[in-house]
Every structure is written in C-alpha cells, then in structure tokens.
C-alpha cells in the first residue's frame, strides 16, 4: 500500500536558520503530494502541492520539488522565522487507485528560537 | 478559492453522551468525503470514507457502529461519535473530493478538537 516517510522530529533551529524537512514516498499509482502544517491547537492547513514529476510548490518561502525518481518531495524554506514553528505533514493523494485517500508521513515538530 | 467547514471546531462533552461533527463543502459538491483521526502527536489516520447516498466504507479497526457517517447530500457529511469515552478525545477531520475536477482535488477542513470529560 502507500506509504508516506518524513525526518523524524523534533527539529530545532535558529531564527534565519536553513531548512529541510525530507520525505520520500512509495504508491501504487501516480500520486499527488502534499505538505500540511499544524500550529500549536489548530487545524491542518494546506502549505503547498505539486502534482507531477519535477513540479515545484512553494508558498510562505517553503519549496518542495516532487523527484519521481528518487521518489522524495523534500520541504526546504532559507530562513525561518519562529512563526514557522509548527508540525509539518508530508502526505500523497493516489489518484489512480483509492483515489481521494491521503496518506499522512507521522509529521515533524519545528520549532525556531529566536 | 473552494472551502471545506468543519463544525464545532472545538466541543467538549460528557462521557456516555454523543456529539456530530459536520463537514461542509461550501462552494462545490462532493461525491466522497473522508474522515481522519489524530491521536496526541501522532499522525492522521483514515478513519473512513463516506460516498453521497451509501454506506460509509470503513478502514480495518474502526468501529462503525461507534463512529457513525452519514452522507446525505452532495455537501454535507456527518461523524457521530456514539457513547462517547475519554479515549475517544482526539482530533478529527475531514477532507472532501471535488466532483467537478474528476474527483482529483482533495480540500482539507480545518479539523475538530473533541474532548470527552
């Protein structure tokens, strides 16, 4: 089945601090992938996608690059602020079978300090 | 751009009794409809999938007679929580298929705090 694998957390940075978050992937089909971040008692919020191979999402200076071939779609932002300090969730969306079902990587802890 | 309403965003209740939580699709119609569940720092688990005007399909360990979905219209899914315990306090959430893009485009709501006291 699909399965989604992220860093494992807690990770601690440094305000301004370069960062990356890497998951890598297996599916059945051919997925759509995700990264969710979590603030402290809120919900899940859509932070970017990409669909297809070598697509690249980014919003709020975090970009992930989805690599078919090394199956990975990496979160990278170069200078974090303490307000990025949240979980992050990788996560794919098979559109060819189970179509609609995520799969959730277990999420990763940041915080920033300042 | 499309939103799904999760409601109440926060509830608490006595153990024994039963809460709904809704997931609402505001401005498009969705055919399936799931609902996940986050234990304390862990990760989202499928919890089921509701389809409009059928059974919901549950995932192996899910008691359906515990965790009740209805799917009554094309926006509008419900997760009823039946004979609540403390061990049910979790978060849960709903994402919803967006029929008019062919079923690709998955919207996440914003998720709901159940505590059980």
């Known amino acids: 089945g699909d399965s989604v694998t992220q860093m494992e957390g807690p990770v601690t940075l440094s305000e301004e601090a370069f960062l990356t978050i890497n998951c890598t992937y297996t599916?059945?089909?051919?997925?759509?992938l995700f990264w969710y971040v979590q603030y402290p008692g809120e919900g899940l919020q859509l932070l970017l996608k990409?669909?297809?191979?070598?697509d690249k999402g980014s919003n709020k200076g975090f970009e992930a690059t989805y690599r078919k071939e090394t199956t990975s779609f990496h979160l990278e932002k170069g200078s974090v602020q303490v307000s990025d300090s949240a979980v992050y969730f990788c996560?794919?969306?098979?559109?060819?079978?189970?179509?609609?079902?995520?799969?959730f990587g277990d999420g990763t802890t940041l915080t920033v300090k300042p | 751009g499309a939103v799904v309403s999760q409601h109440p965003s926060r509830v608490i209740c006595k153990s024994g009794t039963s809460v709904k939580i809704e997931c609402r699709s505001l401005?498009?119609?969705?055919?399936?409809m799931f609902w996940y569940r986050q234990f304390p720092k862990k990760s989202l688990m499928l919890m089921a999938t509701?389809?409009?005007?059928?059974?919901?399909?549950?995932e192996q360990g899910v008691e359906k007679d515990k965790f009740l979905i209805n799917h009554a219209s094309l926006t509008l899914s419900t997760l009823t929580v039946t004979s609540a315990h403390p061990e049910d306090s979790s978060f849960y959430i709903c994402?919803?298929?967006?029929?008019?893009?062919?079923?690709?485009?998955?919207?996440f709501g914003e998720g709901s705090w159940l505590t059980v006291v």
């Open positions: 994402s919803a298929r967006d029929r008019a893009t062919g079923g690709n485009t998955i919207y």
């Open positions: 599916a059945t089909g051919y997925p759509s």
């Open positions: 990409a669909t297809k191979a070598d």
């Open positions: 996560a794919l969306s098979d559109r060819d079978t189970n179509a609609g079902k995520s799969t």
């Open positions: 401005d498009f119609q969705a055919t399936t």
């Open positions: 509701s389809n409009e005007g059928s059974k919901a399909t549950y």
